[in-house]
């Protein structure tokens, strides 16, 4: 039974391009190098630049301004120019699907990059939850690696985003969601609640694609999604997760500072190969050791390890006990995850009695209960029949999170 109470495919006319703005280029998602490059090209002097980036820096990415009239201590003169050379188009939501505990899902078309791109599309999940929101975003479209339980892995076209491709993920969801100052949030759904809580209040990076792969745009777009003055969502709630590109776990830490997830799936290297093929290139032993010494890594600020459980394949008493000597020393928090199923794949979700024994194990061994008996068997009653992304989205971004509960109840 699908949870998916409502199917809407209305594009908000908030969001929807004007027909005759579609050829200026968007200034929503670029960083504040690529605002002031833009402000250049129009012959804004430079010793106005940095003023000008700051002016529009705040309408677009604190106010969620959608039109340059609204800027209002911006000179008529200057904003007449900047409407004349760019526009403040958003990426196109094209379907949207809300579940009965408020998750959403949208099917959103990128703006084109080039004459020739008809813009990528995408999907994005919202999950709200009591005191938090949870947007999940991609880094690729589609994606190289090939882990064999992944569907996303068996997807022909694979392209990076651009860093402004994954901003406007964010600035989407809320401007969708009515999380900017002064707009109106919608009824027909679940937001978190609470004193300063914003509707979008955590990023993972758990959507399509490998993030490390797409270092440099995922490094410059959590730059501006964690700027104190526009998005200014704290680095602290959002999470990377990695196949295991080792030579770039440790430059991930030093320039974005989030927090990492590795997806580790598999104890030894012989497994892990089949499951992850990139292990073969970074093995175990060299992936543990990048975590060791992951710059920001403390007891405040542990590493999630996820692992998805595969009947028959990993899921034994023996590997849950090799996770746990495995990961002895690392500041870790272990999220198992409910293999989600897809049309044509060869493996099974594990049994939830197989589950609870290695969560057992895990928990007995110090780790945090990473399957939590409501939690998990509602993700249990999903797995295996729902199909949808949205669930395995869900499923991965709760669990990814269970971390900073632990920190925060
Ligand atoms: N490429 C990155 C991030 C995207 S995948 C990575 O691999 O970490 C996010 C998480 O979802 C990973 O842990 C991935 O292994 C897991 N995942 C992929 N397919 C899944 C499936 N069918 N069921 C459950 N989890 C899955
Ligand atoms: Fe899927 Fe992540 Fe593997 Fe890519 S790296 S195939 S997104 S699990």
């Known amino acids: 039974m699908s949870d998916v109470s409502e199917i809407l495919n209305t594009p908000s006319s908030a969001i929807a391009p004007v027909a005759s703005s579609k050829a200026r280029p968007s200034l929503v998602g670029l960083t504040r190098l690529e605002m002031g490059d833009a402000l250049r090209a129009i012959g804004v002097p430079d010793r106005e630049i940095k003023m000008r980036v700051g002016q529009l820096w705040h309408w677009i990415y604190f106010q969620g301004a959608r039109s340059f009239d609204a800027m209002l201590n911006i000179s008529k003169a200057m904003r007449v120019k900047l409407e004349e ?10 379907s949207e699907q809300i579940s009965k505990d408020g998750t959403r899902k949208w099917l959103i078309r990128m703006l084109p990059v080039d004459a020739h791109d008809k813009g990528a599309e995408i999907e ?22 090939t882990c064999t339980f992944c569907h996303t892995g ?10 402004q491709e994954i901003v406007q993920q ?10 900017f100052p002064g707009m109106v949030q919608p009824t027909d759904g679940m937001l978190p609640s609470g004193e300063g809580v914003r509707a979008v209040s955590n990023i993972v990076f758990m959507g399509m694609g490998e993030p490390l792969y797409n270092f440099d745009n995922v490094c410059d777009s959590i730059g501006v999604m964690s700027d104190g003055d526009g998005l200014s969502l704290s680095k602290r709630r959002i999470t990377v997760s990695t196949s295991g590109v080792v030579p770039q ?5 030093h320039e974005a500072g989030t927090m990492l997830a590795i997806s580790l799936h598999a104890v030894r290297d012989e497994l892990r190969n089949t499951l992850v093929p990139l292990n073969k290139k970074y093995p175990l032993k060299d992936l543990l050791n990048a975590c060791r010494n992951y710059p920001t890594l ?27 000597r495995l990961l002895k020393g690392i500041p870790a928090k272990i999220n198992l995850i409910p293999f989600n199923p897809w049309p044509g794949t060869q493996y099974e979700c594990s ?6 024994t290695f969560s057992d194990i895990v928990f007995n061994a110090g780790y945090a209960s990473p399957v939590r008996t409501p939690r998990g068997r509602d993700i249990l009653a999903a797995c295996g029949q729902l199909k949808s992304e949205t669930e395995k989205l869900r499923a991965r971004a709760r669990l990814a999170l269970d971390e900073e509960d632990e920190l925060e109840d």
């Open 85 to 94: 050379h760019y526009s403040l188009d958003l990426a196109e939501v094209v």
């Open 124 to 145: 994005c999940v919202y999950i709200p939850e009591r005191h938090r929101g949870t947007l999940c975003v991609s880094s690729q479209v589609g994606c190289t690696l």
């Open 154 to 163: 068996t997807q022909k076209l694979v392209r990076n985003l651009t860093t």
């Open 170 to 179: 964010l600035v989407v969801a809320r401007d969708r969601i009515g999380d």
């Open 249 to 253: 776990i440790s430059a991930l830490g």
């Open 298 to 324: 403390t007891n405040a600020r542990r590493i999630t390890f996820e692992y998805v459980m595969l009947k028959g394949v990993n899921d034994s008493p023996a590997e849950a006990r090799e996770l746990v």
């Open 351 to 356: 049994d939830w009695d197989t589950i609870e």
